[in-house]
């Protein structure tokens, strides 16, 4: 359960949040690790969600070029917003493909277990790739989510295939209670290490704090910050919400990090004004909606 900040709609809607493993009652005491795995992927997957969701909701309030109400600096900041929600999704099943999976099966001696949740993503990759494509390349002037060519005729061909398999992967994980616990948790560390050797910065599981030691003990900060700092940070932590559920440490992360994306990567940018919580993990209102002021 979500603590939305009013009853105006928020970004646990339209598409339901997933219940995290850890606080059903059927496994609150279980230790074994697959919990763990499968708790770690759902904080994830809602991160994911609750991006998908906040895009849905304010860009029919966002005014295109022919309302009166359009401003420029909206649709630039929102063509922004969707495309580091992008990035982040792809940055985020890229890992999952090159360092989790992998060893994944490499322990559990089962070649193709993790082949479901690979043959999904090719199911919504296209889309999107033709929404990051969209953002990269209209103008304000051309924006409008309604209507043949619009982004919703975008996003609509692909929401579907995307939600379905980020609840169908976090079975697959409630399946490995067959698996050695102390193995399969050393597994899943293994991979987040290999992730980190890679250089990607957007796991978003339990390896989060990663992206704070690399961006921290990187010598040219700027020219590293550059290749995601500026736009997947801001928009994990602006879709984390650490009410949901009664409370939750995710993503797990020095103090001062919040800070630092505030006032480094995110200072200047109108973006994350559409983020659906601040850097802090607690939910807030949505700023484009039905009778909000934008």
């Not at 929600?85 to 360092?99: I, R």
């Not at 993790?114 to 051309?142: I, N, V």
């Not at 910050?225 to 736009?231: G, I, K, L, M, V």
Request: hydrophobic share 35%; charged share 20%; proline share 8%.
């Amino acid at each position: 359960m979500t603590t939305k900040p009013s009853a105006a709609p928020w970004a646990d809607e339209p598409f339901q949040l997933i219940a995290t493993p850890s606080k059903r009652p059927d496994l609150a005491n279980e230790k074994h690790s697959y919990v763990h795995a499968a708790s770690e992927m759902t904080h994830v997957h809602n991160v994911i969600i609750r991006g998908l969701n906040s895009i849905i909701q304010q860009a029919p309030y966002v005014k295109r070029s022919t309302d009166p109400a359009y401003n420029e600096k909206d649709i630039e900041d929102f063509l922004f917003y969707v495309s580091s929600w992008v990035k982040m999704v792809e940055h985020h099943h890229w890992t999952e493909e090159t360092s989790i999976f992998p060893e994944i099966e490499k322990f559990s001696g089962k070649p193709g277990l993790m082949d479901d949740p690979k043959h999904q993503h090719e199911a919504f990759h296209g889309g999107l790739e033709r929404l990051l494509s969209y953002t990269q390349s209209t103008k304000p002037q051309g924006y409008h989510w309604d209507g043949p060519g619009g982004m919703k005729e975008i996003v609509d061909s692909f929401s579907e295939p995307l939600i379905y398999h980020l609840y169908a992967e976090i079975d697959v994980f409630l399946a490995m209670k067959d698996l050695d616990s102390t193995g399969l948790r050393k597994t899943w560390d293994r991979g987040e290490e290999i992730a980190k050797q890679s250089g990607n910065l957007s796991m978003l599981v339990s390896s989060t704090y990663v992206l704070w030691t690399e961006v921290w003990d990187n010598d040219d900060i700027d020219g590293y910050a550059d290749n995601a700092q500026y736009d997947v940070f801001p928009c994990v932590l602006g879709c984390a919400d650490k009410t949901y559920e009664g409370g939750n440490g995710f993503p797990p992360l020095p103090w001062v990090l919040p800070y630092l994306v505030k006032f480094w990567f995110a200072a200047g940018s109108g973006a994350w004004r559409f983020n659906p919580c601040d850097f802090w993990g607690q939910p807030r209102p949505l700023a484009f909606g039905p009778g909000q002021p934008s």
